[in-house]
């Protein structure tokens, strides 16, 4: 598919470009994840809760990325059965579950990590850090308004 070179429709050629940077940016760190092997980058976004917070349940995760709770499950489950992830059975509500790191899944998200900052500050280091500063402060703007 050709990409129109009319840019004065702002609305469809921003959105275009956000979509197509992050598709590119998500595509670059996968393939990179894949060559060193270890976890791919949706098990990264998974386990990043959860490095954060030491602990969550599937709903917060499924929050946290904007996906849905079958789609975070799918995930979870592969991790628990690779030894990435402990789940134990929440004592308040035993439908619920609370999830953590093992101590592979520790080692495996920290290498992980370690890849992705790499990678994004090759990606995006060109970019100065003025305009850096000021594109994250303009999507925190639409980001508030996007959570009213």
Not at 7 to 18: G, I, T, V
Not at 84 to 99: A, F, Q, S, T, V
Request: net charge positive; with cysteine.
């Amino acid at each position: 598919m050709e990409q129109s070179k009319d840019r004065s429709d702002w609305s469809k050629s921003f959105m275009y470009s956000l979509h197509e940077t992050y598709f590119l940016v998500e595509k670059r760190l996968e393939q990179k994840l894949t060559e060193v092997g270890g976890i791919t980058f949706s098990q990264f976004l998974i386990m990043l809760p959860l490095r954060c917070e030491r602990t969550a349940c599937q709903t917060e995760i499924a929050n946290f990325l904007h996906l849905t709770e079958a789609t975070v499950s799918r995930h979870i489950s592969g991790m628990t059965k690779d030894g990435y992830l402990l789940r134990k059975e929440d004592p308040g509500n035993r439908r619920k579950h609370i999830l953590s790191l093992t101590p592979k899944g520790t080692k495996a998200f920290m290498r992980a990590h370690t890849l992705i900052d790499a990678e994004l500050k090759d990606i995006f280091d060109d970019i100065p850090l003025s305009d850096r500063k000021y594109i994250t402060n303009t999507f925190d703007t639409v980001l508030n308004k996007l959570k009213k």
